[in-house]
Each structure stands twice: as structure tokens, then as C-alpha cells.
């Protein structure tokens, strides 16, 4: 790994284009091009962005959402498929390490993927975020730890988390333990309103922190005609503004340029690896500053399936121990018993 090294990053805040896998992804393509046109040499996309964050299940209830639901589904990313190709050449074409939310269809099943595209057009990542949140779990499946993990890039050792993920600070610590030096945040923007971007600045400037790392965050806007489409009920359609945070942050947590809030835009920042250095020699949560004699973290990465062969070496993994939990005893199961007082 490099620490003494600089390159430029932008995160995106665009709209997508509702109903539209291929029109989304004209945008994404676009907007690469113009991150190249600024010496950009990492670009990061919004969560879920192809062919749009699923904004209805949290303005409709359940039963108004089939069609939706229908029409994401139809729309959805195969991967590797037609979406994942056209952003291959375009990071392949610019020499851009491209970082894409997009909603996965793996059968009959939806996914919120995160991907990570080296400069050559390689698919370097290809994740699932662990556990939807609240309204996302009539969505979306669950991910497996395969994708707790970190790539090394043409830009630098990464890291990528979706949203509400950064909640989970075992989650998080993963990625901290395996030393990224850029982490790739996502969230879906134009939701809940600016307490959505407040807290979403704590989280990514906490990260950046704890983590001693650059952080690089986008987030989508809605136009109010999208909002108004997405949620006919005017008072709902509030629930679709604000909370837009696309920000580039430095390891001491400072915003390495200022944040794009409202409408489209991108945050460009030059990211110098020294500020790594000059963070962790006084913090460095993985190496010096842990005691991991006191706290360790057990991580499964093996990836999951609903079948798997008797022969096949993830057989045994799926086999409940002690030992596979981190518990000292086989017991860790039965309830605790207190005695009572007196």
C-alpha cells in the first residue's frame, strides 16, 4: 500500500431517471465523463442509483406498492449484464476507478449492490448491503459477509458501506481492519429532510475519524416533479425533500471541499494519502491504538447459499460451533439465570 501518493475523487449527487434502468445509466456514463473532465480519477454514485432508490416503499403502504415493486423488479441490474458493461467501458474508456449503487436482480430476488469498478473496467467488488432498513426489507434480500471486505484499486486501497450499514460498527470495523485508505459511502438522498444530512455528515465525518481514512460520500436529489410522481399524496411528497449530503471528507474529519446539498452536482477534492499517516500516528484503531488481547471482532466473509453439496467445502461452515460463534463454550445459547435476591 501507498501513503505517499495524491489523486482526485469526486462524488455525484444527480436525479436519476425514474422508471428507466437505461436512462439512469446514460447519466451515470455521462457524469464519468464529466468527472474525467476534472482530473477525477475515483467517482462514486448514490446508493441503489440504477435504476433508482426505491423511494415509494417509504411513502406508499404495502398494498399500494405492487406496481412499483413490478416495475423495479423489471427494471433491475443483472450482474454482469447490459448496465454493468456500459460502466465497465466508461471507467475502461476515462481510466476512472467507478464506485455504482445499483439495485440488483438475481432471479427472483432484489439486492441493493454496491459496485466497484478498477480503471480497466474490471469488476473489482461486487457487494450486497447486509440487512435493508425498516421499509427496504419489503425490498430488498439480505447480503452475505463475502463483501466485508476491501479492494486494492488504481486509486488506493477502498472500502464501501450503504447507508444505515454505517450504523453497525462491527460493519464498519471490518473495513477498518483491513486498512482502507478511501471509503466509498452511499446513501439515497431527497429523504426524510436536512435531519437525514445532519446525521448523515456525523456518520461519514466520524468514519473518517475513527477510521483514519478519506471518505467519499454520494447522495441523489429529486426534482419536486419526481417527488410528486413518486408519492401523489402531498403531504408524503415532504418526506422526499432534503437530506442531500455528497461530501468528500479527510481522515482528521474535515470536509475536504464544500458539500453538495440541493440539486445536481459534484464535490471534487484532491485526497493526499499523507493525511493518512498524520491521522494514524496518533489513532490508528487497527494497529496501536486496539487491544486486541481485550476486543476482537470474529468476521464469517464466506459467501452464502440456500443449497449447498455435501462436498463442498462451505458445507462445514454452515455447521453451528462454539468455536465458528467465538464463544468459549458451547453453552452460549442457554439463557442467563440470575439468582433471585434474597
Same mark, same amino acid.
Given at each position: 500500500? =501507498?501513503?505517499?501518493r495524491?489523486?482526485?475523487a469526486?462524488?455525484?449527487?444527480?436525479?436519476?431517471?425514474?422508471?428507466s434502468?437505461d436512462?439512469?445509466?446514460?447519466?451515470?456514463?455521462?457524469?464519468?465523463?464529466?468527472?474525467?473532465?476534472?482530473?477525477?480519477?475515483?467517482?462514486?454514485f448514490?446508493?441503489?442509483?440504477?435504476?433508482?432508490?426505491?423511494?415509494?416503499?417509504?411513502?406508499? %403502504?404495502? %398494498?399500494?406498492?405492487?406496481?412499483?415493486?413490478?416495475?423495479?423488479? =423489471?427494471?433491475?441490474?443483472t450482474?454482469?449484464?447490459?448496465?454493468? #458493461?456500459?460502466?465497465?467501458?466508461?471507467?475502461?474508456? &476515462?481510466?476512472? @476507478?467507478?464506485?455504482?449503487?445499483?439495485?440488483?436482480?438475481?432471479?427472483?430476488?432484489?439486492?441493493?449492490?454496491?459496485?466497484?469498478?478498477?480503471?480497466?473496467?474490471s469488476?473489482a467488488l461486487?457487494?450486497?448491503?447486509? *440487512?435493508p432498513?425498516?421499509?427496504e426489507?419489503?425490498?430488498?434480500?439480505?447480503?452475505?459477509?463475502s463483501?466485508?471486505?476491501?479492494?486494492? *484499486?488504481?486509486?488506493?486501497?477502498?472500502?464501501?458501506?450503504?447507508?444505515?450499514?454505517?450504523?453497525? %460498527?462491527?460493519?464498519?470495523?471490518?473495513?477498518i481492519?483491513?486498512? =482502507?485508505?478511501?471509503?466509498?459511502?452511499?446513501? %439515497?438522498?431527497?429523504?426524510?429532510?436536512?435531519?437525514?444530512?445532519?446525521?448523515?455528515? @456525523? *456518520?461519514?465525518?466520524?468514519?473518517?475519524?475513527?477510521?483514519?481514512c478519506?471518505?467519499?460520500?454520494?447522495?441523489?436529489?429529486?426534482?419536486?416533479e419526481?417527488?410528486?410522481?413518486?408519492?401523489?399524496?402531498?403531504?408524503?411528497?415532504?418526506?422526499?425533500?432534503?437530506?442531500?449530503?455528497?461530501?468528500?471528507v479527510?481522515? =482528521?474529519?474535515?470536509?475536504?471541499?464544500?458539500?453538495? *446539498?440541493?440539486?445536481?452536482?459534484m464535490?471534487?477534492a484532491?485526497?493526499?494519502?499523507?493525511?493518512?499517516?498524520? #491521522?494514524?500516528?496518533?489513532?490508528?484503531?487497527?494497529? &496501536?491504538?486496539?487491544?486486541?488481547?481485550?476486543? #476482537?471482532?470474529?468476521?464469517?466473509?464466506?459467501?452464502?447459499?440456500v443449497?449447498?453439496?455435501?462436498?463442498?467445502?462451505?458445507?462445514?461452515?454452515l455447521?453451528?460451533?462454539?468455536?465458528?460463534?467465538?464463544?468459549?463454550?458451547a453453552?452460549?445459547?442457554?439463557?442467563?439465570?440470575?439468582?433471585?435476591?434474597?
Open positions: 500500500m =501507498e501513503y505517499d495524491k489523486i482526485r469526486a462524488a455525484v449527487q444527480a436525479s436519476p431517471v425514474l422508471g434502468r436512462g439512469t445509466t446514460e447519466r451515470v456514463v455521462a457524469s464519468i465523463a464529466r468527472a474525467a473532465k476534472e482530473g477525477a480519477e475515483l467517482c462514486v448514490p446508493e441503489a442509483f440504477v435504476p433508482y432508490y426505491p423511494y415509494f416503499s417509504f411513502v406508499l %403502504p404495502p %398494498p399500494a406498492m405492487g406496481k412499483e415493486h413490478m416495475r423495479l423488479y =423489471e427494471e433491475a441490474v450482474v454482469p449484464g447490459p448496465v454493468t #458493461r456500459a460502466v465497465a467501458a466508461a471507467a475502461r474508456a &476515462h481510466g476512472v @476507478v467507478v464506485v455504482l449503487g445499483v439495485n440488483e436482480r438475481d432471479h427472483g430476488s432484489l439486492y441493493n449492490a454496491q459496485l466497484v469498478f478498477d480503471k480497466d473496467g469488476l461486487h457487494r450486497r448491503k447486509l *440487512t432498513t425498516y421499509h426489507r419489503m425490498i430488498w434480500g439480505q447480503g452475505d459477509g463483501g466485508l471486505r476491501t479492494v486494492d *484499486t488504481a486509486v488506493g486501497r477502498l472500502g464501501a458501506l450503504a447507508c444505515w450499514e454505517h450504523y453497525n %460498527p462491527l460493519a464498519r470495523f471490518a473495513l481492519a483491513q486498512h =482502507e485508505q478511501i471509503h466509498c459511502s452511499q446513501f %439515497p438522498g431527497s429523504l426524510v429532510g436536512p435531519i437525514f444530512a445532519e446525521q448523515m455528515e @456525523v *456518520t461519514i465525518r466520524h468514519h473518517a475519524l475513527e477510521s483514519g478519506f471518505v467519499v460520500n454520494a447522495t441523489a436529489f429529486l426534482t419536486p419526481q417527488a410528486r410522481e413518486i408519492a401523489p399524496d402531498e403531504q408524503m411528497q415532504g418526506a422526499l425533500r432534503g437530506g442531500c449530503m455528497t461530501a468528500i479527510t481522515p =482528521e474529519g474535515t470536509h475536504a471541499c464544500p458539500p453538495v *446539498t440541493d440539486g445536481e452536482g464535490a471534487v484532491d485526497l493526499d494519502f499523507a493525511l493518512i499517516t498524520k #491521522r494514524k500516528r496518533m489513532m490508528d484503531a487497527a494497529g &496501536h491504538y486496539a487491544r486486541p488481547d481485550l476486543l #476482537r471482532l470474529w468476521m464469517d466473509l464466506a459467501p452464502r447459499s443449497a449447498v453439496g455435501a462436498g463442498d467445502p462451505r458445507a462445514s461452515s455447521e453451528p460451533s462454539a468455536v465458528d460463534h467465538g464463544y468459549p463454550d453453552d452460549h445459547r442457554a439463557p442467563v439465570v440470575r439468582p433471585e435476591a434474597g
